[in-house]
C-alpha cells in the first residue's frame, strides 16, 4: 500500500522537473478519478480498447444510500457522491424498483413524466433519479450505487478504492504520463516519455480489468 506521499516522490523521480511539484497530487488523484468512473475496456489489449465498454466499477467504492421522492415532480437529486452504475433500488416497504434499460426507452415509455401513484421503473440520468408513477406522499428509496473516491489530502493519505497491489503501477505511471503530456507538448517528433508512461499505465489497467469478478465486467456506456 502507498501513501500519498510515496506516490508524489515516486513520480519526481520519474519526470525530473521541479516545475510541476505542486501538481503531482492533481494528477494521482485525477488517475484514480478516472480510473473509479471508468476508462476503455483493454480486455482485448492494450491497442484495441473495445468501443463503448468501460472498466468495471472498484469493488471497494460500492455504497448503500436514500433519496426522499417528490410529490410533484418526477426527479429527485441522486446522492451527492454518487459517480456511476445505478445496480439497486428498493422502495420502502421493501419491494426492488425496475430500471430502465435507458433514458430513452424510459422517456418513451413516460414522456410526460406525470405518471401518478406507486413508483414502479427508475433510471439514473444527469445525476437525478427518474422514476414513475409519483407517489402521492413522499417515499424514501434505498439506492445501491458506486461512489466517487475521497480525493488524497494529507501525505499519509491513501488511494481510495484502488488495489493496494497496483497503487504504483496504476497512479505513478498515470501522473508520470499527464506530466510529460505537459513537458514534451509541442515537441517535434516522437514523444518518447509521453508513449512511455501512458502503455505502462493502459498495461497496469488491464492488469486491474483482470482482477475484478468476472460478474462485474464489461459494463455498456449509458
Known sequence: MATFSELKEKVELLINDDSFEDYL??????????????MPSLLDGIENPIPNILTPPLPELFTIDTVTTSTSDAF??????FQRDLQLVVSSTGSEIDIAHSFIEFAETYPLLNKTGRISEAIEHGRKLYYQ????SAETLTLHYYRM???????????????????????????AWKAYEHI???????????IKYKNNFLAALRTFELTLPFYSRGLMLR
Do not use: K, R, Y
Open 133 to 136: 408513477g409519483i407517489p402521492a
Open 76 to 81: 429527485v437529486d441522486m446522492p451527492i457522491d
Open 25 to 38: 497530487g492533481d494528477f494521482i488523484n485525477q488517475g484514480v478519478s478516472e480510473i473509479a468512473g471508468g
Open 184 to 194: 514534451e507538448d509541442g515537441l517535434e517528433g516522437e514523444i518518447p516519455n509521453t
Open 149 to 175: 473516491p475521497v480525493d488524497m489530502v494529507d501525505d499519509d493519505d491513501v488511494p481510495d478504492g484502488i488495489p493496494a497491489h497496483l497503487h504504483i503501477s496504476l497512479l505513478v505511471n498515470f501522473a
